[in-house]
């Protein structure tokens, strides 16, 4: 099975920066898309930005601007470099990796959707 290993979390003081990273099992360019969901205490989880195998970004709206997501294919790892953080950024983060139908037919895979386990960041003062 995919394995997503997050990495780069802790604790930093608003208006700083951390990069996290998410480093699959394999290449990154055998998912449609891999990226970042968070989910903060007393929330639901949210999406907060994706890469897309071609390396076409999305982001939600609340971190556009501050947070950018991209790929290094020679090491299997995406990475969320978040800038100016918030206050509000505090949560956990959660690194995931789509396969398209295709995808998954070539591997004989049932699933499409694999989950890293979660990475704390902490923005406090």
């Known amino acids: 099975q995919v394995q997503l290993v997050e990495s780069g979390g802790g604790l930093v003081q608003p208006g700083g920066s951390l990069r996290l990273s998410c480093a699959a099992s394999?290449?990154?360019?055998?998912?449609?898309?891999m990226g970042w969901y968070r989910q903060a205490p007393g929330k639901e989880r949210e999406f907060v930005a994706l890469v897309t195998g071609g390396g076409m970004p999305h982001y939600a709206d609340f971190v556009r601007g501050r947070f950018t997501i991209s790929g290094d294919s020679g090491k299997n790892t995406v990475y969320l470099q978040m800038n100016s953080l918030r206050l509000e950024d505090t949560a956990v983060y959660y690194c995931?990796?789509?396969?398209?139908?295709?995808?998954?037919?070539?591997?004989?895979?049932?699933?499409?959707?694999?989950w890293g386990q979660g990475i704390q960041v902490t923005v406090s003062s």
């Open positions: 995931y990796a789509d396969r398209n139908h295709i995808q998954r037919i070539q591997r004989d895979e049932v699933g499409r959707r694999y």
């Open positions: 394999e290449s990154i360019s055998s998912f449609n898309t």
